[in-house]
């Protein structure tokens, strides 16, 4: 596993999880996207970009900096993206959060947001669709999923890395449950041979990820709740990380450790593994970590 800190030359190797460490969460998102090829790896001129965020929570620890997501933005327009589209809907407050708002609020102002999933979200065939079981799933059924998912030409998934009481992690594999309504997570719970089932469940959060898989995950593990998630409040540690990528097994997997829990308990983390979604494995994978 190829860990490189700031100042030693790149590896030829094209990074498979670039990790910056840094006070500014702004600056190591910009650092990280760049390291791991720039934003021009995934947005081209005229492109829709699906963006997914973990914002609807009040504790911090609990949601994505916003920091974060104004440097995602910032990249796609300056990229060429020609239209931003929010995937769950972002609160005004959520902006207001960032010390950054004022110089990018024109910036966030031309993104456009699915207002209507907005949890808890219900079904509305303008924004919703009912899709069978992806294929390949071995225990989600029908889904609604929201339908812009299926048109923007990139999607950009940004969880942040913290605790869930369910599933011991929440981070970019469960993220993908913002896509759809809250009848259908509550499936996810309930279908099970018992509610709450464990191994269930994370094979439903696994069969998720079949749908559509993100081009660019960008995670929060900056400022992490690590109990009594998702919402707290509860402890929290700030590994003060942007980690960006584009597997979402490897992300959890290496998240998982910068917040204390251990890859291989997590059910979600090992499913994915088993349907070939991502590498488990981090000792396969290149990691850069920079401290910026």
């Given at each position: ?19 910056v ?9 910009l ?13 081209q001129?005229?492109?829709t ?15 994505v ?19 931003i589209?929010f ?33 808890p979200?219900e079904?509305h ?18 889904m609604e999923?929201?339908?812009e998912i ?8 940004i ?19 913002g ?17 709450n ?22 995670s ?26 584009t ?26 593994s088993l ?14 970590e920079?401290?910026?």
């Amino acid at each position: 596993m190829a860990m490189l800190c700031a100042g030693l030359a790149a590896s030829a190797q094209k990074p498979d999880i670039v990790s910056v460490k840094g006070s500014d969460a702004f600056l190591s998102t910009l650092h990280a996207v760049e390291t791991l090829g720039g934003m021009e790896r995934f947005v081209q001129p005229g492109n829709t970009v699906g963006i997914l965020v973990n914002s609807g929570f009040r504790e911090k620890g609990a949601y994505v900096d916003p920091d974060v997501v104004i440097a995602a933005v910032k990249m796609a327009f300056d990229a060429g993206a020609s239209d931003i589209v929010f995937l769950q809907h972002i609160l005004p407050e959520y902006w207001e959060r960032s010390k950054l708002e004022p110089e990018y609020r024109e910036m966030i102002a031309r993104t456009r947001t699915i207002e209507i999933n907005q949890f808890p979200s219900e079904f509305h065939e303008d924004f919703f669709m009912k899709i069978e079981q992806p294929e390949g799933a071995l225990a989600a059924g029908e889904m609604e999923v929201v339908k812009e998912i299926f048109e923007v030409d990139v999607f950009i998934n940004i969880p942040i890395a913290k605790n869930h009481t369910l599933t011991t992690l929440t981070n970019s594999m469960k993220n993908l449950m913002g896509l759809k309504t809250r009848a259908s997570n509550v499936k996810f719970h309930l279908d099970g041979p018992a509610r709450n089932d464990p191994d269930y469940l994370a094979q439903s959060i696994a069969d998720l990820n079949l749908l559509r898989p993100a081009d660019l995950i960008i995670s929060d593990v900056t400022y992490s709740l690590i109990t009594n998630g998702p919402s707290g409040p509860g402890e929290t540690v700030a590994p003060g990380k942007v980690v960006a990528g584009t597997d979402p097994v490897a992300i959890d997997a290496y998240c998982a450790g910068l917040i204390g829990f251990f890859a291989e308990d997590i059910l979600t983390i090992e499913k994915g593994s088993l349907l070939a979604i991502g590498e488990k494995d981090l000792q396969k994978l290149n990691i850069v970590e920079l401290e910026r």
